[in-house]
């Protein structure tokens, strides 16, 4: 059982170049969502996704979207980087009920220069 | 601005004594709290979590108090082991959309030998 996946590890990008970081889960997890993790400001909530075709913002959202065409992944796609994007980025899934925790991937590690 | 905190950024135990970790939050509609553990180059993992109707949840060496009038949680770790050293982050959310998740900007355990 892999649980949450993340690629690639780490990545480098220039100021205005687009990319995609990809996340699949394999646990069957209808909610997916994605965090970007900053120094002294913990884990924001960029989007989320409750199943395939659905998806919201989360408190975050600006510069980031998303599609939800299978269950399984959830990729975020940066359109136009910007060096404020840089920061660690976290996926997480769980099951679609109020006691579910969260599981998160590894990261993606982004540098925007 | 945050709706929770975590106003302690480190904290450095001894071996085999308590390590207590704070959470402040200031949206009274959270009604449900948890705790992650983040060691360094991994996701976070959930630990334990509690909801608003108790105020009290243990789960072998961990015990999360809730003060509601407060709004004020709390992680004590008893005892407290070397491999317990990682990033501690509390999370809250809200019955009104349980699929946001609003964290803390966690708190660095470290428990010396």
């Known amino acids: 059982n892999a649980g949450v996946t993340q690629t690639p590890k780490f990545q480098v990008l220039k100021t205005g170049q687009s990319m995609t970081l990809q996340c699949a889960q394999d646990m069957n997890h209808e909610y997916m969502s994605w965090y970007r993790q900053d120094p002294g400001m913990g884990l924001r909530l960029i989007h989320y996704?409750?199943?395939?075709?659905?998806?919201d913002q989360g408190e975050v959202p600006n510069g980031y979207n998303v599609s939800r065409s299978t269950t399984e992944d959830f990729p975020l796609r940066l359109l136009s980087a910007a060096p404020s994007q840089t920061s660690v980025y976290f996926c997480?899934?769980?099951?679609?009920?109020?006691?579910?925790?969260?599981?998160f991937g590894n990261g993606t590690r982004l540098t925007v220069t | 601005d945050q709706q929770v905190k975590q106003n302690s950024p480190s904290l450095s135990v001894q071996e085999g004594r308590i390590s207590i970790l704070n959470c402040d939050y200031t949206n009274s509609m959270f009604d449900y709290f948890l705790w992650y553990k983040k060691y360094p180059a991994e996701g976070p993992t959930f630990l334990i979590s509690?909801?608003?109707?108790?105020d009290k949840n243990e789960d072998g060496r961990f015990t999360v108090f809730l003060n509601k009038s407060a709004k004020h949680l709390s992680l004590h770790i008893v005892p407290s082991q070397p491999g317990d050293s990682a990033v501690y982050f509390c999370?809250?959310?809200?019955?009104?959309?349980?699929?946001?998740?609003?964290f803390g900007s966690g708190t660095k355990l470290n428990v010396k030998p």
């Open positions: 509690i909801s608003s109707i108790k």
């Open positions: 999370a809250a959310s809200a019955a009104y959309n349980f699929n946001k998740f609003y």
């Open positions: 997480a899934s769980r099951y679609q009920n109020r006691g579910s925790p969260l599981h």
């Open positions: 996704s409750v199943g395939a075709g659905i998806t």
